[in-house]
T-cell receptor, first 113, second 113 residues
Framework: AQSVTQPDIHITVSEGASLELRCNYS??????LFWYVQSPGQGLQLLLK??????LVQGIKGFEAEFKRSQSSFNLRKPSVHWSDAAEYFC???????????FGQGTRLTINP | NAGVTQTPKFQVLKTGQSMTLQCAQD?????MYWYRQDPGMGLRLIYY???????DKGEVPNGYNVSRLNKREFSLRLESAAPSQTSVYFC????????????FGSGTRLTVV
């Protein structure tokens, strides 16, 4: 069965520090991968996506993610976080022909001033 | 602004009451989805509609019904609300199909007392 694991439920980093959020997937087909962000009280907004090609993808708000097929991972990174990055982050996976996306449980990011 | 609109944004129900959550999208998307979000559980799919005229169960369909009224609208009905249905409900849509990602509504926060 398809699954997505975000090993870190909650991460705290200081403003200006670098960030990496982990995502591992289990999927039989070639995956389509996504990161979404949910600010408090808001819906989910797409940060970036990977379908094929260059394994390092750039997204909005200065985020990037790298697809590593050998590790079944799609980790999200940002060189320097801002207080406004405090939110919950969801990794999701789909595949050609799939009827729906599968989401991870989310990682809540707290920023220390 | 184009997007997914959910109504209401907040609702309090008494146990046993019924209600319908409304969702409409103006992007001419074929597929629509209903998710619930609970702390520590991530997003769980309730029902989805891959195209107008079709609906299918997701992971947690018990206690819910859906109607794909037309291409724009996809409603979620709770016939007899239970406290276990206290949650935040998100509607999403997809134009090219699930593998290509979703656009989410801003959510409905439902409390059943």
């Amino acid at each position: 069965a398809q699954s997505v694991t975000q090993p870190d439920i909650h991460i705290t980093v200081s403003e200006g520090a670098s960030l990496e959020l982990r995502c591992n997937y289990s999927y039989g087909a070639t995956p389509y991968l996504f990161w979404y962000v949910q600010s408090p009280g808001q819906g989910l907004q797409l940060l970036l996506k990977y379908f094929s090609g260059d394994t390092l993808v750039q997204g909005i708000k200065g985020f990037e993610a790298e697809f590593k097929r050998s590790q079944s991972s799609f980790n999200l990174r940002k060189p320097s976080v801002h207080w406004s990055d405090a939110a919950e982050y969801f990794c999701a996976v789909g595949a050609e022909g799939a009827q729906k996306l599968v989401f991870g449980q989310g990682t809540r990011l707290t920023i220390n001033p | 602004n184009a997007g997914v609109t959910q109504t209401p944004k907040f609702q309090v129900l008494k146990t046993g009451q019924s209600m319908t959550l409304q969702c409409a999208q103006d992007m001419n998307h074929n597929s629509m989805y209903w998710y619930r979000q609970d702390p520590g559980m991530g997003l769980r799919l309730i029902y989805y509609s891959a195209s107008e005229g079709t609906t299918d169960k997701g992971e947690v369909p018990n206690g819910y019904n859906v109607s794909r009224l037309n291409k724009r609208e996809f409603s979620l009905r709770l016939e007899s609300a239970a406290p276990s249905q206290t949650s935040v409900y998100f509607c999403a849509s997809s134009g090219q199909g699930a593998p290509y990602g979703y656009t989410f509504g801003s959510g409905t926060r439902l409390t059943v007392v």
